[in-house]
């Protein structure tokens, strides 16, 4: 699936953050009747450290005070990390979890988690040294430059209080890079040179036009010449120092790994293996429908045709003939555009939740530092602490590529499938979901939010809004939703048997072709991101199918009285925590 939430987890930052919290953070009492007030303030010291050590994660939570500070990765900072995750283990003990309201019990479960998962990342996984692109200056930056929350000349002093230190940054990226996989060096080739752009034209007149002392804009350039430098040499030391030596590790992490980074990025009540299995059944509920739906249709599309006895050629031939309708390559990202008052209108007159129209959403071109890792389309969304911030929805533009690829991209992303493709990206999938996780009262929420709810919402919205009778209820809409449905039931299959298996390139192309009935181009993507990535293909599946099965749990419940509505706006409610500490809240609450 080309498209992803732009997340504001980085597992390795915010570790210190651990040790600037106050260490006389105990209870002032251990009865119930205190015992949410105390862990409420340690929460808030909790936050209030965090960002100080995170500088990039609280400008993304919009939380902006620290924007000029710039951490430099070194060994001795990962030391002090280290022993900053112990004490705050040894402190959360002093909060016994019974004591806790639902809420807080939640927030306590994700606030251990994060502290398993950073020791997780930084000791076992490691990828500090094996992932190049972890190390790239241009995305914070250009969230500073764009940003609309300060003005001009306070939002340039802290990129040139950030841009200081950033010879030691890349210093330390050199220094940290031992064995790498081959897909992460050549990202992080492509990330840091179109990343260059941020520091270009843009940057410069937004200098010259500000209200910004002499000596200010002399050293704010001369800052950006010597970031432009830096970056071209980290470049060049992966170009021709890096890839030449050829000494690369698997980009396969294995199954133990695979296994645990599934349980604490996922935070589901299946595991690894579980999710693979109900992926496998779920495949073959949908070749079964979508056999039906493509015979009742071939007639329409192939008049006087005899039907093809092999029931998947007949599947492949109507969704061939349906994908033939689609954009033009220049006329794609307007087309995107183009859909999103329907798709206002229909949640709104079919009462599906309540839309604020007050929040903006932005379709834009991808910008150059975020393209090349296969993912077409994304959202980059607002921090709670920055609501009234634009939220992006990143469209990456044809342009570029040749007419036979273009062509191939277009035919994926056909006028039926653009539609569903922009319910998950923005109405009522990821936009709404977001804008509804920025009212949720817990901070901490929001802060950790979850992968799996946040991309599972955004699939359940596309089946949801078929079953309100978008797209006419009709077999061509529910075929091609059944197709970019399997798209999601094979990024579990697959992400478990790229990362905790042995699939080759072209055994995975074939799969999608085959099963999946994928453009060779979308085909290529895929096997792109699973290399790069490890667990976030799983994370479509397994929410919206802990979603899903919420909703019908409380519908045998309810009976007559549940109403679907509600059950949107107070599933949204809780922010973007776990859907299992959702449910929990839930069925409370009911």
């Known amino acids: 699936m080309p498209h992803r939430y732009i997340f504001r987890f980085l597992p390795l930052a915010g ?3 651990l040790a600037a919290c106050n260490s006389g953070s105990q209870p002032t009492s251990g009865t119930p009747a205190t015992a949410d007030a105390d862990f409420d303030r340690y929460k808030s010291r909790f936050i209030d450290s965090l960002w100080y050590y995170n500088p990039e994660w609280a400008s993304g939570a919009g939380y902006h005070r620290y924007d000029s500070l710039l951490v430099v990765p070194t060994a001795g900072r990962r030391q002090m990390e ?30 251990q988690n994060y502290l398993q998962s950073a020791r997780f990342y930084a000791d076992t996984l490691r ?5 190049p692109a972890n190390y790239n200056i241009g995305g914070s930056v250009a969230e500073i430059l764009n940003g609309r929350y300060w003005p001009l000349d306070r939002r340039l002093r802290a990129i040139s209080g950030k841009l200081i230190r950033v010879v030691d940054y890349y210093e330390a990226a050199k220094t940290n890079i031992k064995q790498p996989t081959r897909e992460h060096t050549d990202l992080a080739i492509r990330q840091n040179q179109g990343g260059l752009e941020v520091f270009g034209k843009a940057l410069q007149d937004s200098v010259a036009k500000s209200g910004l002392t002499a000596q200010e804009k002399q050293d704010l350039l001369a800052r950006v010449a010597t970031t432009r430098l830096s970056m071209e040499g980290y470049v060049r030391f992966l170009q021709q120092e890096v890839l030449p030596a050829g000494q690369f590790r698997s980009f396969r992490i294995g199954k133990p790994l695979f296994d645990r980074k599934f349980a604490l990025d996922i935070q589901s009540t299946y595991s690894a293996d579980e999710v693979y299995r109900k992926a496998l059944a779920h495949k073959q509920e949908l070749l079964r429908d979508m056999k039906k739906r493509a015979a009742r249709l071939y007639p329409k599309y192939f008049s006087g045709q005899p039907r093809p006895a092999d029931s998947l050629v007949v599947v492949q031939q109507v969704i061939g003939r349906l994908s033939q309708q689609h954009a033009t390559p220049a006329g794609f990202v307007q087309a995107v555009k183009d859909q999103m008052p329907t798709l206002v209108k229909w949640v709104d007159d079919h009462k599906l ?11 834009r071109e991808t910008p150059l530092y975020m393209r090349g890792s296969g993912a077409g389309a994304s959202i980059s969304a607002p921090g709670p602490y920055d609501k009234a911030a634009n939220t992006y929805y990143n469209v990456e533009p044809l342009t570029g590529q040749t007419a036979a690829r273009a062509e191939s991209y277009l035919r994926e992303y056909n006028t039926y499938t653009l539609q569903i493709l922009n319910i998950h990206e923005a109405i009522p999938g990821h936009y709404t979901q977001l804008v509804y996780a920025n009212l949720s009262p817990s901070l901490i929420k929001a802060i950790f939010g979850n992968g799996a709810m946040i991309e599972g919402w955004a699939v359940y919205t596309e089946r949801m809004m078929l079953e309100s009778g978008y797209g006419g209820n009709t077999d061509e809409i529910w075929l091609m939703w059944d197709k970019w449905n399997m798209r999601v039931t094979l990024n579990a299959i697959l992400d478990h048997e790229v ?19 994928q453009e060779e181009a979308e085909a290529r993507n895929k096997w792109l991101r699973a290399t790069l990535s490890q667990v976030q293909l799983s994370s479509y599946f397994t ?14 419940q309810q009976g007559a009285k549940f109403d679907l509505k509600t059950f949107h706006e107070q599933f949204l409610g809780y ?16």
């Not at 806790?100 to 994700?110: E, G, I, M, P």
């Open 353 to 363: 939740l309540t839309q604020d129209p007050s929040k903006p959403l932005v379709v």
């Open 499 to 517: 990362q905790a298996g042995t699939i080759t390139e072209a055994e995975t192309v074939a799969m999608l072709r085959r099963d999946g009935f």
């Open 543 to 556: 929410g919206s199918t802990e979603i899903y099965d919420l909703r019908e749990e409380l519908k045998r």
């Open 82 to 111: 280290a022993a900053a995750l112990a004490r705050r283990r040894k402190e959360m003990e002093t909060y016994p979890l019974e004591n806790l309201s639902v809420n807080n019990q939640t927030d306590f479960r994700l606030m």
């Open 127 to 131: 990828d500090w040294q094996w992932n």
């Open 15 to 17: 570790l210190l953050a």
């Open 575 to 590: 922010g973007s925590a776990p859907v299992k500490y959702i449910r929990q809240m839930m069925l409370e609450k009911n």
